[in-house]
């Protein structure tokens, strides 16, 4: 399965009413307040995610550049997965269901050194945990070699154990990095966290510029362990006046708390991972670049869903996790909601345009250097595949930060583990029953990310009473309607601009993009201005102020 699983200004608001389902009076204020810290959160987080991205599209280029598509480039896509796997099952999967939730609680000046206790705690214990974890998978590589990568011949095998060895050191690093960004989340401190993502993408390129011509394709799991390294180090001057100490106190009451909030997830991670490593199995067995073009077109689908549903949801979680749904519903749908539009009103105008102008997009990053017309083609195929999936991906982050927010965890756990045997099911059926090889997985990860997104809609409404009265599907009907100028002026402007002999080289290529991609934009703001869909004022409002440094209006100060 696909690795894709997710400021405000005022006057743009100043004559409307109060949301729907907000009280008058008090309650609008709030309501304004919360609004404002999400949208300026998110636009921070969106930033560092612009800034990682674009990093990140210099990555791929110089991958694909040096190294094409090839069963060497597969066995890489395959092994880069064991410290995410890893990382996911022991600290990232805890970030959004335990820890953020309940260091929020203790993030107040009052209760500082508390939390600073309980900082030296987790990461002591984190230290303790990865280094065992990082010594058994050393002992045990040509095993989880043979795991991922069953369909492979012994050579490509050997060239797997080679890069677990290499890669696995920097589970260590992610896991006290993971708890770093818990800890900045949950002080509502965004700009660290922010910054580890760009510095992350910087520590590839480098290996891979520097060692490839001396360690081969051992360079790209070296560039794994630089980039983790590098997304560490970014964390540390968010601790400036932190005091700090080694401390294994296992018996804290947090630390309890924290373990009994996560435990439902681990059963759903451990079957996302199990689902994973079959999956990377399954095409194994298919062709040896298959895994390779999936990665490629699962990392364009990556890019709005980090940029904005990842951002977002981040933003929302910790507001969210500081208000009890039982005593203040309205507000708690209120907070959900606005982030929801927030990520709907961005991430379909994206799919349109990825839809329109993504086989150009993947020519423009990787088809250069070893990789081929025929790996751009592959690579396309995969990615309008994928697009079915985007926008129910999108939106389901913020629904499963929703639910543990509130403290629950086994209802995410149960959906995200009947969504998994939904594609356990559909995916082998159609590569190989029905033939279609890779491609027959990537449409069961579309398949299980919509049902686990609409799964999980119809929960929350059985749980929170729904949000009709939100203006969820009314800016949805909006955000799509203002996306057929997208389709429509991005295909002009492509077919155009390959009309006038410009060349085909990498800056032409360049221009024809940015210039077909600018006018998909620019249909999509007219579209917005003239049915009034104000997420899209808000949103540009929140990242223009923090690009300009200018403070946010008082009415819209966090609460």
Same mark, same amino acid.
């Given at each position: 399965?696909?690795?894709?699983?997710?400021?405000?200004?005022?006057?743009?608001?100043?004559?409307?009413?109060?949301?729907?389902?907000?009280?008058?009076?008090?309650?609008?204020?709030?309501?304004?307040?919360?609004?404002?810290?999400?949208?300026?959160?998110?636009?921070?987080?969106?930033?560092?995610?612009?800034?990682?991205?674009? !990093?990140?599209?210099?990555?791929?280029?110089?991958?694909?550049?040096? #190294?094409?598509?090839?069963?060497?480039?597969?066995? @890489?896509?395959?092994?880069?997965?064991?410290?995410?796997? &890893?990382?996911?099952?022991?600290?990232?999967?805890?970030?959004?269901?335990?820890?953020?939730?309940?260091?929020?609680?203790?993030?107040?000046?009052?209760?500082?050194?508390?939390?600073?206790?309980?900082?030296?705690?987790?990461?002591?214990?984190?230290?303790?945990?990865?280094?065992?974890?990082? &010594?058994? %998978?050393?002992?045990?590589?040509?095993?989880?070699?043979?795991?991922?990568?069953?369909? #492979?011949?012994?050579?490509?095998?050997?060239?797997?154990?080679?890069?677990?060895?290499?890669? *696995?050191?920097?589970?260590?690093?992610?896991?006290?990095?993971?708890?770093?960004?818990?800890?900045?989340?949950?002080?509502?401190? @965004?700009?660290?966290?922010?910054?580890?993502?760009?510095?992350?993408?910087?520590?590839?390129?480098? $290996?891979?510029?520097?060692?490839?011509?001396?360690?081969?394709?051992?360079?790209?799991?070296?560039?794994?362990?630089?980039?983790?390294?590098?997304?560490?180090? =970014?964390?540390?001057?968010?601790?400036?006046?932190?005091? /700090?100490?080694?401390?294994?106190?296992?018996?804290?009451?947090?630390?309890?708390?924290?373990?009994?909030?996560?435990?439902?997830?681990?059963?759903?991670?451990?079957?996302?991972? &199990?689902?994973?490593?079959?999956?990377?199995? +399954?095409?194994?067995?298919?062709?040896?670049?298959?895994?390779?073009?999936?990665?490629?077109?699962?990392?364009?689908?990556?890019?709005?869903?980090?940029?904005?549903?990842?951002?977002?949801?981040?933003?929302?979680?910790?507001?969210?996790?500081?208000?009890? =749904?039982?005593?203040?519903?309205?507000?708690?749908?209120?907070?959900?909601?606005?982030?929801?539009?927030?990520?709907? *009103?961005?991430?379909?105008?994206?799919?349109?345009?990825?839809?329109?102008?993504?086989?150009?997009?993947?020519?423009?990053?990787?088809?250069?250097?070893?990789?081929?017309?025929?790996?751009?083609?592959?690579?396309?195929?995969?990615?309008?595949?994928? !697009?079915?999936?985007?926008?129910?991906?999108?939106?389901? /982050?913020?629904?499963?930060?929703? @639910?543990? $927010?509130?403290?629950?965890?086994?209802?995410?756990?149960?959906?995200?583990?009947?969504?998994?045997?939904?594609?356990?099911?559909?995916?082998?059926?159609?590569?190989?029953? %029905?033939?279609?090889? #890779?491609?027959?997985?990537?449409?069961?990860?579309?398949?299980?990310?919509?049902?686990?997104?609409?799964?999980?809609?119809?929960? #929350?409404?059985?749980?929170?009473?729904? +949000?009709?009265?939100?203006?969820?599907?009314?800016?949805?009907?909006?955000?799509?309607?203002?996306?057929?100028?997208?389709?429509?002026?991005?295909?002009?402007?492509?077919?155009?601009?390959?009309? %006038?002999?410009?060349?085909?080289?990498?800056?032409?290529?360049?221009?024809?993009?940015?210039?077909?991609?600018?006018?998909?934009? /620019?249909?999509?703001?007219?579209?917005?201005?003239?049915?009034?869909?104000?997420?899209?004022?808000?949103?540009?409002?929140?990242?223009?102020?923090?690009?300009?440094?200018?403070?946010?209006?008082?009415?819209?100060?966090?609460?």
């Amino acid at each position: 399965m696909g690795d894709i699983h997710t400021g405000i200004d005022s006057s743009a608001n100043a004559a409307l009413p109060p949301e729907p389902g907000v009280a008058s009076g008090a309650a609008p204020t709030a309501q304004a307040a919360t609004t404002g810290g999400i949208a300026r959160a998110a636009g921070i987080n969106s930033i560092g995610n612009i800034a990682s991205r674009v !990093l990140g599209l210099v990555r791929e280029a110089v991958i694909a550049g040096t #190294f094409g598509a090839s069963g060497s480039t597969s066995v @890489f896509d395959a092994v880069s997965q064991v410290p995410k796997m &890893v990382y996911e099952l022991l600290v990232g999967g805890m970030l959004s269901a335990a820890l953020v939730p309940v260091l929020s609680e203790y993030a107040t000046e009052e209760r500082r050194s508390e939390l600073e206790r309980i900082l030296s705690i987790l990461l002591s214990l984190t230290a303790l945990v990865m280094l065992i974890v990082t &010594v058994l %998978l050393e002992l045990t590589a040509p095993w989880v070699a043979r795991v991922l990568l069953g369909g #492979f011949d012994p050579a490509l095998q050997s060239t797997a154990t080679l890069l677990v060895r290499v890669i *696995v050191p920097s589970i260590f690093v992610y896991g006290l990095s993971g708890i770093l960004q818990a800890y900045h989340y949950a002080r509502k401190d @965004f700009v660290y966290p922010a910054m580890g993502a760009p510095v992350h993408n910087l520590g590839t390129i480098v $290996a891979v510029v520097l060692l490839a011509g001396k360690l081969d394709i051992v360079s790209l799991s070296v560039g794994i362990l630089a980039a983790a390294t590098f997304q560490f180090l =970014a964390q540390l001057p968010g601790l400036r006046g932190t005091r /700090l100490s080694l401390c294994f106190d296992w018996r804290h009451p947090v630390v309890r708390r924290i373990l009994h909030l996560y435990a439902p997830v681990v059963l759903s991670i451990i079957v996302q991972n &199990v689902g994973i490593v079959i999956d990377r199995n +399954l095409a194994s067995r298919t062709v040896a670049e298959a895994i390779t073009w999936m990665s490629k077109a699962t990392f364009l689908i990556q890019l709005p869903l980090g940029l904005v549903s990842m951002a977002i949801s981040l933003a929302v979680l910790p507001t969210l996790s500081q208000i009890d =749904a039982r005593a203040e519903l309205d507000r708690f749908k209120g907070t959900l909601s606005m982030g929801l539009r927030l990520v709907l *009103v961005v991430i379909i105008p994206a799919a349109v345009g990825l839809l329109v102008l993504g086989q150009p997009i993947i020519q423009l990053i990787f088809e250069h250097g070893a990789f081929t017309p025929a790996d751009t083609q592959q690579s396309w195929y995969a990615l309008r595949l994928y !697009l079915i999936g985007l926008p129910f991906a999108a939106i389901d /982050l913020p629904l499963v930060f929703a @639910f543990y $927010a509130q403290k629950d965890t086994v209802t995410p756990v149960m959906v995200g583990i009947a969504a998994v045997v939904i594609y356990l099911i559909v995916g082998p059926a159609l590569a190989f029953l %029905l033939n279609w090889g #890779f491609l027959g997985l990537v449409i069961a990860n579309s398949v299980q990310l919509t049902s686990h997104a609409l799964i999980m809609l119809y929960l #929350f409404g059985r749980r929170f009473e729904g +949000l009709r009265g939100y203006g969820v599907g009314r800016t949805t009907l909006k955000a799509v309607a203002a996306s057929l100028p997208v389709a429509a002026l991005s295909y002009v402007a492509y077919v155009g601009m390959r009309a %006038l002999p410009l060349g085909d080289g990498f800056l032409q290529r360049a221009i024809v993009v940015c210039v077909s991609g600018a006018m998909g934009c /620019l249909g999509y703001l007219l579209g917005a201005r003239l049915l009034h869909i104000t997420e899209v004022d808000q949103l540009w409002g929140a990242i223009r102020r923090r690009l300009l440094h200018s403070p946010a209006p008082a009415e819209e100060s966090a609460p």
